[in-house]
Nanobody
C-alpha cells in the first residue's frame, strides 16, 4: 500500500498557473506510471497526464503545451505544473500510482479557474 496526498490546488484566474504536488508515503520508484487525473462536476474522471518510470510522458490533448508532469523519486513526489489555466481545467485533481497491477489514489485537490 502507498498513501498519496495531493496539495497545491486553489482558486486562480484564467491565464494563471498552479503547481500541484502528490506526496507518497513511501518510494514511488515502482509506480509505473504515476498519473494525474481530474474530475469536473457532472463528468467522469479523466486522465490528464502520466509519467512512466523511464521518463516517458503522455498528456490529454486539451492540456498539451500547458501542463508538465514531473517526478522526484528521491522525495517520493510527483508534480503537475499547470500554466495558462482555463475555466475548463476546473475540477478535482487526483494522483494515481499504478504498481504491480494495483492502483492507489489520493484524496484529490480542488482546482477552480474563474475570474
Amino acid at each position: 500500500q502507498v498513501q498519496l496526498v495531493e496539495s497545491g490546488g486553489g482558486l486562480v484566474q484564467p491565464g494563471g498557473s498552479l503547481r500541484l504536488s502528490c506526496a507518497a508515503s513511501r518510494s514511488i520508484f515502482n509506480c509505473n506510471p504515476m498519473g494525474w487525473y481530474r474530475q469536473a462536476p457532472g463528468k467522469e474522471r479523466e486522465l490528464v497526464a502520466r509519467m512512466f518510470s523511464g521518463g516517458g510522458t503522455t498528456y490529454t490533448d486539451s492540456v498539451k503545451d500547458r501542463f508538465i508532469i514531473s517526478r522526484d523519486n528521491a522525495k517520493n513526489t510527483v508534480y503537475l505544473q499547470m500554466n495558462s489555466l482555463k475555466p475548463g481545467d476546473t475540477g478535482v485533481y487526483y494522483c494515481r500510482c499504478s504498481e504491480w497491477g494495483s492502483a492507489y489514489w489520493g484524496q484529490g485537490t480542488q482546482v477552480t479557474v474563474s475570474s
